[in-house]
């Protein structure tokens, strides 16, 4: 997709997200761009205090990440980033998307967001300056049309799933193999979430 010869420019992409929890939607984006983009490495980051949600009502930073560590141990180049979550700040991915350039210099960042996202990013604080540090990869969701022109876009079939969707079938007891994986839905039970 991407025509860079240049081995040593390593690629590193940047997912962030709620992931509340992380759902087979969220891994199957970033196994493909993973594997599209020829990534060296794909950080989840899940959101401290986030921007742009009033609702929010997520459970914990450190339960949204264990949950993200478990999804991570499936894929090598998949790592968690826990800099939003510890951070007091209001989360933005401009500073994110900072802190990860700091840490990788000379390499090429791909911010990875659904088409809801899509739908307003051009809102997100700093998006001029982060259009010059990073290329913004989306991925079409179903119920969404997106009018902005521009990102790469990665050919996928349309996920019908949300973590919305997943917090509505716990408090049913409804099955969960489809949508998380055993070891999320494992951690789920433990730790008593979304009841
Ligand atoms: N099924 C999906 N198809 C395409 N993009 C998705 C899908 N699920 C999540 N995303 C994208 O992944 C990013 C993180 O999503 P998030 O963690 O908020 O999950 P969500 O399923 O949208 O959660 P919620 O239902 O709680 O709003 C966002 O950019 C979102 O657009
Ligand atoms: O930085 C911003 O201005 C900004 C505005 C809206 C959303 N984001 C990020 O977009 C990601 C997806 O958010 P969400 O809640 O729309 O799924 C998440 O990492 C948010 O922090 C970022």
Partial sequence: MDNNNNNNIKKIGI??????????????????????LDLDRLYLVPVG??????????????D???MIKLVCLNNKKLFPC???????????TYDTLLKIAEIHPDSLIYEII?????EYLTSWKNYEKMVDLCKFV????????STI???LTIEAPLFNISS?????????????????????????????LYR
């Fill in 149 to 151: 022109h521009g990102l």
């Fill in 164 to 192: 919305t969707l997943i917090r509505e079938k716990i408090k049913n007891n409804e099955p969960l193999e489809d949508y998380i994986t055993p070891e999320v839905e494992e951690y789920i039970r433990e730790h008593n």
């Fill in 64 to 66: 949204r990440m264990a």
């Fill in 114 to 118: 659904g088409e809801d996202s899509a």
């Fill in 49 to 62: 205090t986030p921007c742009h949600r009033c609702d929010n009502d997520f459970v914990s930073g450190q």
């Fill in 138 to 145: 989306f991925f079409k969701r179903k119920g969404y049309q």
């Fill in 82 to 92: 826990d800099y939003e979550i510890i951070s007091e700040k209001v989360s933005y």
């Fill in 15 to 36: 997912f962030g997200g709620s992931f509340n929890p992380v759902h087979r939607g969220h891994m199957e984006m970033a196994n493909l761009a993973i594997e599209k």
